[in-house]
């Protein structure tokens, strides 16, 4: 049985980590609310943000508003005149990633204090990647060919 989530409140100082260690950039969503402005502002926001989150929380709700997203295409290299040399750029408001992010961190730290993922589980798992999962992949491939077993693959 997979044991339940409750997530509990959080703190003022969980949502401040949040937004140190959020690269300081001029970019912004919809809302016009740029990172460096959030963090120069955050000792005049903390409070009601925090509240707010928490509210979101008790309610089990995800504003609407902060779903919205700006996508923005970004030339990733060649002409500029070519469309398939662009790549989209996805811009959320800075509420909506301190949230997400806090979120994030409660939902990873109950699924590996109980155990739910398996270990061939790499993806959106800190001390992971997708080399990780090239390597294991491999190895254990040619460990099973070297010991003359039978080895297949669904892709």
């Given amino acids: 049985m997979i044991p339940s989530i409750k997530l509990k409140f959080l703190s003022p100082k969980e949502i401040e980590d949040v937004v140190s260690f959020l690269k ?3 970019s912004h969503g919809y809302d016009g609310i740029s990172i460096k402005v959030l ?7 903390l409070s009601p943000l925090t509240y707010i989150c928490n509210l979101m929380i008790s309610k089990g709700i995800f504003p609407t508003i902060l779903k919205f ?5 970004l030339c990733k290299k060649g002409e500029m005149v070519n469309i398939f040399n662009y790549r989209p750029i996805f811009l959320l408001t800075s509420f909506s990633k301190i949230f997400e992010k806090n979120i994030f961190t409660r939902l990873t730290r109950h699924l590996n204090y109980n155990h739910i993922l398996v270990e061939e589980q790499f993806g959106f798992r800190i001390k992971s990647s997708m080399e990780l999962a090239s390597y294991k992949l491999i190895n254990d491939t040619f ?6 077993l039978l080895v297949g693959g669904v892709f």
């Fill in 24 to 26: 300081m950039k001029d």
């Fill in 39 to 45: 963090k120069q502002n955050i000792p005049y926001i």
């Fill in 143 to 148: 460990t099973s060919l070297n010991n003359k």
């Fill in 69 to 73: 997203v700006e996508i923005k295409p």
